[in-house]
């Protein structure tokens, strides 16, 4: 399963705003972007000369890393947003919304998208009844997601759902008995995610 292995806190700082990659920490004092507010490398504080294809790409690129994608698989996200009828940014935001491992941390059982990623691969979660363990997977509306039974992290879930924010209009979330279920796919004014979509389409039209 190919993942993003390169340093959140230097993702962040690319993007030059919070992603939320680490959680409650991106909240405190210790977030990278609260103590170097500017690109990491040997030049992050020289001038960059800005176009109009730099912005399209900085605008993929935080949505890629948003979302823990890489690029083959973000690439495919908009081929097949670029199918469906309506808006093909709209589409390709709430594809990337519908994937479960996006939906257990909006649920607040996962303190950032990285960390629910590695629960549901590890099968700690299960959707209407089954084991799930692909962070990929569309959830569908009137989906019912909860916590295996006896799983060993139920503590870090708990934990997770301490300091989560709240649960976006979209789902419905119980925190007692660590469930949740999707009402409905998401509109593009419930959706939080910090990019303008239409500059990847434009990027991906050129």
Same mark, same amino acid.
């Given at each position: 399963?190919? %993942?993003?292995?390169?340093? !959140?806190?230097? !993702?962040?700082?690319?993007?030059?705003?919070?992603?939320?990659?680490?959680?409650?920490?991106?909240?405190?004092?210790?977030? @990278?972007?609260?103590?170097?507010?500017?690109?990491?490398?040997?030049? +992050?504080?020289?001038?960059?000369?800005?176009?109009?294809?730099?912005?399209?790409? %900085?605008?993929? !690129?935080?949505?890629?890393?948003?979302?823990?994608?890489?690029?083959? !698989?973000?690439? #495919?996200?908009?081929?097949?947003?670029?199918?469906?009828?309506?808006?093909?940014?709209?589409?390709?935001?709430?594809?990337?919304?519908?994937?479960?491992?996006?939906?257990?941390? #909006?649920?607040?059982? /996962?303190? =950032?998208? #990285?960390? /629910?990623?590695?629960?549901?691969?590890?099968?700690?979660?299960?959707?209407?009844?089954? #084991?799930?363990?692909?962070?990929?997977?569309?959830?569908?509306?009137?989906?019912?997601?909860?916590?295996?039974?006896?799983?060993?992290?139920?503590?870090?879930?708990?934990? @997770?759902?301490?300091?989560?924010? =709240?649960?976006?209009?979209?789902?419905?979330?119980?925190?007692?008995?660590?469930? +949740?279920?999707?009402?409905? /796919?998401?509109?593009?004014?419930?959706?939080?995610?910090?990019?303008?979509?239409?500059?990847?389409?434009?990027?991906?039209?050129?």
């Amino acid at each position: 399963m190919a %993942r993003d292995r390169d340093p !959140q806190c230097k !993702q962040c700082r690319r993007e030059g705003e919070k992603l939320f990659l680490k959680g409650a920490r991106c909240s405190t004092e210790k977030c @990278a972007i609260e103590r170097r507010n500017y690109p990491p490398g040997q030049n +992050g504080r020289g001038r960059i000369r800005q176009s109009e294809y730099l912005m399209q790409l %900085r605008e993929k !690129q935080r949505a890629r890393r948003y979302y823990g994608i890489l690029e083959k !698989q973000f690439r #495919r996200y908009y081929e097949k947003a670029s199918r469906q009828p309506g808006v093909t940014g709209e589409n390709l935001l709430r594809l990337l919304e519908l994937r479960l491992d996006n939906v257990v941390t #909006r649920l607040g059982f /996962a303190a =950032s998208r #990285r960390q /629910a990623r590695q629960l549901v691969g590890h099968g700690h979660f299960q959707v209407n009844g089954r #084991r799930v363990d692909i962070p990929s997977y569309q959830c569908r509306p009137d989906d019912i997601i909860t916590i295996k039974a006896s799983s060993p992290a139920e503590t870090t879930v708990r934990g @997770a759902t301490e300091i989560g924010a =709240s649960v976006t209009p979209w789902l419905q979330a119980d925190h007692d008995s660590l469930s +949740g279920k999707v009402l409905k /796919a998401p509109d593009r004014t419930e959706i939080d995610t910090p990019v303008r979509e239409q500059l990847i389409v434009e990027l991906y039209s050129k």
